[in-house]
């Protein structure tokens, strides 16, 4: 099992940019994908990005695409989403998780085993 702490959010501006870290402990980070994900009050849980273990391979969903960027640094146990040019629809409790297969990586949430606890960001506009 794998314990993810979420850091970084906070209230921006549309327009700004911020960065948040997940930070991974208990278990070998670096055989596993990493992916974001972000829940808006009264909406579902939706993707936003993910990676492979290596960092070799990422996804995005539409709305982000051009906007965000994950990156992940092994060394650290720590994945990070750059958010850029935030908008007001941004606004949502972002989750980063961890799916524990080998050699996939995905982007449904059923997916992923391990979850942290989630970090607001709100974007005012």
């Known amino acids: 099992q794998v314990q993810l702490v979420e850091s970084g959010g906070g209230l921006v501006q549309a327009g700004d940019s911020l960065r948040l870290s997940c930070a991974a402990s208990?278990?070998?980070?670096?055989?596993?994908?990493m992916g974001w994900f972000r829940q808006a009050p009264g909406k579902e849980r939706e993707f936003v990005a993910s990676i492979s273990w290596s960092g070799g391979s990422t996804y995005y969903a539409d709305s982000v695409k051009g906007r965000f960027t994950i990156s992940r640094d092994n060394a650290k146990n720590t994945v990070y989403l750059q958010m850029n040019s935030l908008k007001p629809e941004d606004t949502a409790v972002y989750y980063c998780?961890?799916?524990?297969?080998?050699?996939?990586?995905?982007?449904?949430?059923?997916?992923?085993?391990?979850w942290g606890q989630g970090t607001q960001v709100t974007v005012s506009s």
């Open positions: 998780a961890a799916d524990y297969r080998i050699g996939v990586v995905s982007t449904v949430v059923s997916d992923f085993d391990s």
């Open positions: 208990g278990r070998t980070f670096s055989s596993y994908a």
